[in-house]
């Protein structure tokens, strides 16, 4: 049976970092894309970046460009979600997603494998 679990999570300033991880069993993330989406308390689930896993493209969300990377680990099938400079609005529920094929898609509804998550909260 496939999983995702997430790790990292945890409190921190403003201005910190954090390095979330997803390990996944029972599923190669080779089948195609693996992504990150948060959702914060009363928000729709907002897509954070992905990466397609066989040639390394790489997309993100407009709030986290230029802050957050998205990594692979090949031989581990782990991937990071590599946070910096983070905001009080980062502050959500995280979760590691997989999707089969290529294309890197925004919306979550394309996703078919889900972890439970793991909670990002960010201090003023």
């Not at 195609?32 to 970046?49: L, N, T």
Request: proline share 2%.
């Amino acid at each position: 049976q496939a999983q995702l679990v997430e790790s990292g999570g945890g409190l921190v300033q403003a201005g910190g970092s954090l390095r979330l991880s997803c390990a996944a069993s029972g599923l190669s993330f080779s089948v195609g894309v693996m992504g990150w989406f948060r959702q914060a308390p009363g928000k729709e689930r907002e897509f954070v970046a992905g990466i397609n896993w066989g040639d390394g493209n790489t997309a993100y969300g407009a709030s986290v460009k230029g802050r957050f990377m998205i990594l692979k680990d090949d031989a581990k099938n782990v991937g990071y979600l590599q946070m910096n400079i983070l905001k009080p609005e980062d502050t959500a529920l995280y979760y590691c997603t997989v999707r089969r094929g290529g294309v890197i898609a925004t919306r979550a509804t394309l996703y078919s494998y889900w972890g439970q998550g793991t909670q990002v909260t960010v201090s003023s």
